[in-house]
Every structure is written in C-alpha cells, then in structure tokens.
C-alpha cells in the first residue's frame, strides 16, 4: 500500500523527507553548492531507509482486527486528512483481498497440478496392470475375443451354431426326399 499510494513522498508519512532529498541540511548544502558527492550506493541505502521509516509510521497509523468470530476484518486508519485516511484504509482492504485471492488461486493450482500428476501416475499403473494381465491371457490361451468371450468358448459356440444350421438342412432335405 504504501508503495502503491506513494506514501514515500507523502509528507505526513515521511517527516518531510524525500529519498532524492535526504533532509533540509542535505539540501541546503545542495542549493549553496557544498554539497559532495554521495558514496556509491547511498542513494539506494537512504531509499530503503526512508521506506522502512514510511512503513513503520503508516503501520503505527493501522489497526486491523476481526469481529467477533466472524470473517469480518475492520481497517481503521488515522490521517490528518479524513479523505487520505479512507483512500488508504480502502487501499488496505483491497490488497488484503486481492492478497487472500493470490494466495487461494496459488494453492489450487498446486492441487491441481498434484492431481494431474496423480490421475498420469494411476494411468501408467493402469496400463501396465492390463498389459500384465494380457500376457497372463495369452501364455495361458485365455484371450479374449471382441465381445469378452474367451476363444475357446466363442469357437464351440460357432461348432454348435454350425451344427444346429446342418441339422435343419437335413430335416429339409429328408421332408423334401419324403415328398419326392
């Protein structure tokens, strides 16, 4: 938020400090041209000092808590402007949310992407157990035919169709000779 706000160069956050100016004596010592030149790296360091010192009063400013045993948060915010106070609280609320739904969304797709993983593993276990009981199958001549029938049963099946066709044509046969 305070990134977000810019509240580095908020006076009221900042003590009236600015990263690029670091205080009224570095600046008065700027405009009469005394000033030397930074060690290498300075800029940086007051940066992240500044920010550090941002956060710290914007924190003191903050309270946030639950109510009651609900899943109700309340942001309470004190600024000198009611205005700012209701822009940062919002702020506040909003990260926290946007925050929360990272979160949850980071956690299904680690669930997700575990799932995936499982459902390939059980397919290859799958696979090999079937592949497993084919060869079973076969070294033992119980290979299935297309309707799940074992050769051997759908062959007498055939034999025994073939008979019964045989044994009408010879009644028709015989009923015709009869005739005759």
Not at 12 to 41: C, D, I, K, Q, W
Not at 167 to 173: K, P, T
């Amino acid at each position: 938020v305070v990134d977000k706000l810019k509240l580095v160069d908020d006076p009221e956050f900042n003590g009236g400090t600015t990263a690029a100016s670091g205080g009224l004596l570095p600046r008065l010592l700027r405009m009469l041209g005394l000033e030397r030149a930074p060690p290498p790296g300075s800029d940086r360091l007051a940066t992240s000092k500044l920010r550090e010192a941002v956060i710290a009063r914007f924190q003191s400013h903050m309270d946030a808590e639950a109510v009651g045993l609900s899943t109700v948060i309340t942001v309470n915010f004190r600024s000198a402007s009611a205005d700012k106070a209701a822009t940062i609280a919002n702020a506040i609320a909003q990260t926290y949310i946007a925050n929360l739904t990272t979160a949850k969304n980071n956690a299904s797709q680690g669930v997700s992407k575990w799932l995936a993983d499982h459902v390939g593993l059980l397919g290859r276990q799958a696979s090999a157990a079937d592949s497993a009981v084919q060869q079973y199958k076969a070294e033992n001549g119980l290979i299935d035919t297309s309707n799940g029938t074992a050769l051997t049963d759908q062959q007498l099946g055939d034999l025994t169709s073939q008979m019964i066709q045989a044994q009408g044509d010879q009644a028709q046969a015989q009923a015709r000779y009869t005739r005759m």
